[in-house]
């Protein structure tokens, strides 16, 4: 998890704070969230439970009825809920968010299970709004800056920890070997050999191999334009608009970064040319 200032953290809360996000097994991979670490403390007991969704003021968390975290927090409203992201490379970040006990209802109809709402005492730790708040600012801006492109060049592949250019994309399950010109949250260019007739409306799988954390993401597309190389009459360029279904929150989360530094250290040079 990268440094993020409290300017940046106080606008995340300001900004996001209301909106509840799922634990789907997708945002559960993509924040490194140890399920197994997961647990309750409440009248001088703790319970394994499971969280079923967060925003930034409340966080929803599965029981059963039948057991003793249920008859604790009948007793007793105050409840310590203790959160955990395994750090690739690095230390678990563990923290407890003190809690109240607002409602219990049954889950999905069920005799056995409650989904129990815990409202926040205070504002989180910072760790969970920065954390929280990076995945739902690339869910915004997948769609507000979605054609704003990144060209691939050193600076950018080192600050997306994108690998390498050269990568395989497939065409009709077919592996072919392409070098990246730019990405998008929608979409992206590429380069390789091909005749203008065949690659044109294919549906293709593109593969990126990312470092920090080391991870490889498949995104699928269409085809949308094509363009020859003047002079190499065996190379083209293909546009690509990628599927919205197969873009992962990993990938999002990839482009948001790169996105939110470049226009981090814009307004920075500006504030020092600007004499501030």
């Not at 490379?89 to 219990?104: A, G, K, Q």
């Not at 050269?166 to 990405?183: A, F, G, K, S």
């Not at 699928?220 to 065996?234: F, M, N, S, T």
Request: net charge positive.
């Amino acid at each position: 998890m990268g440094v993020v200032s409290s300017q940046q953290l106080s606008r995340y809360y300001d900004i996001y704070r209301d909106i509840e996000v799922v634990f789907t097994k997708e945002i559960v991979k993509t924040l490194f969230w140890d399920t197994r670490q997961i647990y309750i403390k409440c009248t001088g007991g703790q319970w394994p439970c499971i969280l079923n969704s967060t925003s930034l003021l409340s966080a929803k968390v599965i029981i059963s009825r039948n057991g003793g975290a249920f008859a604790a927090m009948k007793e007793s409203s105050s409840v310590s809920l203790h959160f955990c992201f395994v750090q690739p490379d690095s230390r678990p970040l563990v923290f407890f968010v003190n809690t109240r006990v607002e409602d219990f209802v049954p889950y999905m109809d069920t005799e056995d299970l409650v989904v129990v709402t815990l409202n926040f005492i205070n504002r989180p730790p910072d760790d969970l709004i920065s954390i929280m708040g990076s995945l739902l600012e690339a869910n915004a801006n997948a769609v507000r800056r979605k054609e704003e492109r990144i060209a691939i060049s050193a600076i950018s592949k080192r600050k997306l920890g994108l690998q390498k250019e050269e990568t395989i994309v497939y065409i009709q399950n077919v592996p072919r070997h392409c070098v990246l010109r730019d990405i998008s949250f929608s979409g992206a260019k590429l380069i390789l050999i091909g005749l203008k007739s065949f690659i044109l409306k294919q549906i293709i799988m593109i593969r990126f191999e990312f470092n920090d954390p080391r991870e490889i993401i498949y995104v699928r597309g269409v085809v949308v334009a094509v363009d020859e190389i003047e002079g190499h009459k065996d190379l083209v360029v293909a546009r690509v608009l990628y599927d919205k279904k197969s873009v992962s929150m990993a990938y999002k989360i990839r482009i948001n970064n790169y996105i939110t530094s470049v226009r981090i250290n814009q307004l920075a040079e500006n504030n020092v040319n600007n004499g501030h």
